[in-house]
């Protein structure tokens, strides 16, 4: 895509450029210069004025589709950029030398002659004013944390940049050589240890209720909420979704008491869950496992002709074992291109093992496995590269994680778990994603802290609170964005009521279906929506799928 193209040629650009492992210089991106944000917004404005201009009503639906997605795009990146500045000019106190730096940066992208002792006696000023900015700082109080983290993003960005200029000149001027790298290493130590003085000024400001977890997020709340659903093409407020949730909950509590019951636990489900836990195979038999279950997957989908297997994508997956201290963080199974087995090794320790075991039961596995390969995340890498890969700037975790779950969803209702012990397995998953929705919205909302989250999946859901623990840090201390958590489910019952709408009614096939959202690669599945049913779209279009019946 043009724009992206664009976007990326601007900011690696204007980003420093370091030397890497082969010995050739690649782009550094750090923080953005105000030189460097100030192109970016003009880019950005430049491509709304030519979308303005286009005749809307005359092209086709899928330009239609791409032409709201980019101009949400640009919108959100628009508004980035706005904060990032807003962020900037309240952290510049802290940094009045930088553009002393930007200015002799600027320099080097042309590979300007550098007036060597200049260069020196204004990197030598640099450290001065550095070094009473330093003091200055030390008698602040505290930053707010995103301030102070904006702040240490800043002098590392500079760091780099001032790195960048030495890289480049240094060795091939003689005179910049020889009057420059001493001036050169001080600063290069000074802002590394200035960038940690900032960093540890960083205090959090937040909603987050106190206990005694120890885990410390920021709730984004309301209106920031609301905000990124409408991104994401979600019609519904957060009230809403925990409502959608508890609903599904519901639906899942009278399918596992079934399955406890049939078991001969009656409604003493935990015992139930907990036998099912201690189904674990022996020591080292967990790959054959994944294999039995990917083919048990394979098989009920062909014979129901529900998708057929792309013969590249069904040979070319492949198998990882996860290393004993990625385990102590995330306790089950990744996937991807590859699936990564968590199975216990000779160095865990007893518990460890055994939680790992546990864990990743042939019942609980029989929920991830195809979520993790073919039909589920490897296809989409596989498909994502053939058909229409531009719009993988529209990517959406709506998209990524709802395709894999909707398959949980679809397989459970054609009968894939047909012992109790295979559906309190799947059930098992399906409750995990209500319960994501409910814990991870009630804290952005203020209302829950971290350890009432905790105590809900250990109690609801039945994790062990080791992984529970896990996930609740990894939920609010991690990389994912707020809404990550609620994708799973929401994306799953969006293709799942886009599968009512279409299939159900003769409409089109599960193949073809299947085959259509995949070839209209990652974006938000009412777009998705929006393609198959050739939707009339207007320039103006805002979110108003409403996907799930509350009745």
Same mark, same amino acid.
């Given at each position: 895509?043009?724009?992206?193209?664009? &976007?990326?040629?601007?900011?690696?650009?204007?980003?420093?450029?370091?030397? +890497?492992?082969?010995?050739?210089?690649?782009?550094?991106?750090?923080?953005?210069?105000?030189?460097?944000? *100030?192109?970016?917004?003009?880019?950005?404005?430049?491509?709304?004025?030519?979308?303005? *201009?286009?005749?809307?009503?005359?092209? %086709?639906?899928?330009?239609?589709?791409?032409?709201?997605?980019?101009?949400?795009?640009?919108?959100?990146?628009?508004?980035?950029?706005?904060? $990032?500045? !807003?962020?900037?000019?309240?952290?510049?106190?802290?940094?009045?030398?930088?553009?002393?730096?930007?200015?002799? $940066?600027?320099?080097?992208?042309?590979?300007?002659?550098?007036?060597?002792?200049?260069?020196?006696?204004?990197?030598?000023?640099?450290?001065?004013?550095?070094?009473?900015?330093?003091?200055?700082?030390?008698?602040?109080?505290?930053?707010?944390?995103?301030?102070?983290?904006?702040?240490?993003?800043?002098?590392?960005?500079?760091?780099?940049?001032?790195?960048?200029?030495?890289?480049?000149?240094?060795?091939?001027?003689?005179?910049?050589?020889?009057?420059?790298?001493?001036?050169?290493?001080?600063?290069?130590?000074?802002?590394?240890?200035?960038?940690?003085?900032? *960093?540890?000024?960083?205090?959090?400001?937040?909603?987050?209720?106190?206990?005694?977890?120890?885990?410390?997020?920021?709730?984004?709340?309301?209106?920031?909420?609301? +905000?990124?659903?409408?991104?994401?093409?979600?019609?519904?407020?957060?009230?809403? /979704?925990?409502?959608?949730?508890?609903?599904?909950?519901?639906?899942?509590?009278?399918?596992?008491?079934?399955?406890?019951?049939?078991?001969?636990?009656? #409604?003493?489900?935990?015992?139930?869950?907990?036998?099912?836990?201690?189904?674990?195979?022996?020591?080292?038999?967990?790959?054959?496992? &994944?294999?039995?279950?990917?083919?048990?997957?394979?098989?009920?989908?062909?014979?129901?002709?529900?998708?057929?297997?792309?013969?590249?994508?069904?040979?070319?997956?492949?198998?990882?074992?996860?290393?004993?201290?990625?385990?102590?963080?995330?306790?089950?199974? /990744?996937?991807?291109?590859?699936? &990564?087995?968590?199975?216990?090794?000779?160095?865990?320790?007893?518990?460890?093992?055994?939680?790992?075991?546990?864990? #990743?039961?042939?019942?609980? %596995?029989?929920?991830?496995? @195809?979520?993790?390969?073919?039909?589920?995340?490897?296809?989409?890498?596989?498909?994502?590269?053939?058909?229409?890969?531009?719009?993988?700037?529209?990517?959406?975790?709506?998209?990524?994680?709802?395709?894999?779950?909707?398959?949980?969803?679809?397989?459970?209702?054609?009968?894939?778990?047909?012992?109790?012990?295979?559906? &309190?397995?799947?059930?098992?998953?399906?409750?995990?994603?209500?319960?994501?929705?409910?814990?991870?919205?009630?804290?952005?909302?203020?209302?829950?802290?971290?350890?009432?989250?905790?105590?809900?999946?250990?109690?609801?859901?039945?994790?062990?609170?080791?992984?529970?623990?896990?996930?609740?840090?990894?939920?609010?201390? =991690?990389?994912?964005?707020? /809404?990550?958590?609620?994708?799973?489910?929401?994306? =799953?019952?969006?293709?799942?009521?886009?599968?009512?709408?279409?299939?159900?009614?003769?409409?089109?096939?599960?193949?073809?279906? @299947?085959?259509?959202?995949?070839?209209?690669?990652?974006?938000?599945?009412?777009?998705?929506?929006?393609?198959?049913? #050739?939707?009339?779209?207007?320039?103006?279009?805002?979110?108003?799928?409403?996907?799930?019946?509350? !009745?």
């Amino acid at each position: 895509m043009r724009y992206d193209e664009d &976007i990326q040629a601007v900011r690696s650009f204007y980003s420093p450029m370091l030397v +890497r492992g082969r010995g050739f210089a690649a782009p550094s991106f750090v923080l953005n210069s105000p030189e460097q944000r *100030k192109r970016l917004i003009e880019v950005d404005k430049s491509y709304l004025v030519q979308l303005a *201009k286009m005749d809307f009503d005359a092209i %086709s639906i899928y330009g239609k589709v791409d032409y709201i997605l980019l101009k949400r795009n640009i919108d959100d990146h628009l508004l980035s950029l706005s904060q $990032e500045e !807003k962020e900037y000019n309240q952290i510049t106190k802290y940094i009045p030398f930088a553009e002393k730096i930007y200015a002799l $940066e600027k320099q080097r992208r042309r590979g300007n002659t550098l007036d060597a002792q200049k260069v020196a006696a204004d990197l030598n000023d640099v450290l001065k004013e550095l070094k009473a900015s330093s003091e200055s700082v030390k008698n602040v109080e505290d930053i707010d944390m995103p301030l102070a983290n904006r702040a240490e993003e800043a002098v590392k960005g500079l760091d780099e940049r001032l790195k960048g200029v030495y890289e480049f000149y240094n060795g091939y001027d003689p005179k910049f050589t020889w009057w420059v790298p001493k001036p050169y290493e001080s600063l290069d130590s000074a802002l590394t240890a200035y960038a940690k003085v900032l *960093k540890g000024k960083g205090k959090i400001n937040t909603t987050q209720k106190e206990d005694k977890s120890g885990i410390k997020g920021v709730p984004i709340g309301r209106d920031e909420l609301i +905000r990124q659903l409408r991104v994401e093409m979600i019609s519904y407020t957060p009230d809403e /979704l925990i409502e959608l949730a508890n609903k599904e909950f519901a639906w899942c509590d009278k399918e596992l008491l079934k399955a406890s019951q049939e078991m001969g636990f009656g #409604n003493e489900w935990k015992k139930a869950q907990e036998k099912v836990k201690n189904s674990f195979v022996p020591e080292g038999e967990q790959p054959a496992l &994944i294999m039995k279950l990917y083919n048990d997957a394979k098989d009920l989908i062909t014979k129901n002709n529900l998708y057929e297997y792309p013969e590249i994508a069904d040979e070319t997956w492949g198998m990882q074992m996860m290393s004993p201290e990625r385990q102590l963080i995330n306790p089950f199974f /990744l996937g991807g291109r590859d699936i &990564i087995i968590s199975y216990p090794t000779n160095t865990m320790n007893h518990e460890d093992k055994l939680m790992s075991m546990r864990g #990743n039961n042939p019942y609980f %596995s029989r929920a991830t496995v @195809h979520h993790e390969l073919v039909p589920g995340h490897h296809l989409q890498h596989y498909m994502r590269s053939r058909y229409k890969p531009y719009r993988r700037e529209f990517g959406t975790p709506f998209w990524t994680e709802g395709w894999s779950l909707y398959w949980e969803l679809l397989l459970y209702d054609k009968g894939f778990a047909k012992t109790p012990e295979e559906r &309190i397995g799947m059930l098992f998953w399906r409750m995990h994603r209500c319960a994501r929705i409910i814990f991870s919205l009630n804290y952005h909302l203020g209302k829950w802290t971290p350890q009432e989250c905790i105590d809900f999946l250990v109690d609801r859901v039945g994790h062990e609170r080791a992984n529970a623990e896990g996930e609740v840090r990894r939920s609010f201390q =991690g990389n994912y964005s707020p /809404l990550y958590q609620v994708a799973y489910l929401i994306g =799953g019952l969006q293709i799942l009521s886009l599968k009512n709408e279409l299939v159900d009614t003769g409409k089109m096939s599960y193949q073809q279906f @299947h085959d259509a959202i995949m070839k209209e690669n990652n974006m938000p599945i009412e777009m998705v929506r929006a393609t198959l049913t #050739n939707q009339a779209l207007k320039r103006d279009f805002r979110t108003q799928w409403k996907f799930y019946s509350f !009745k």
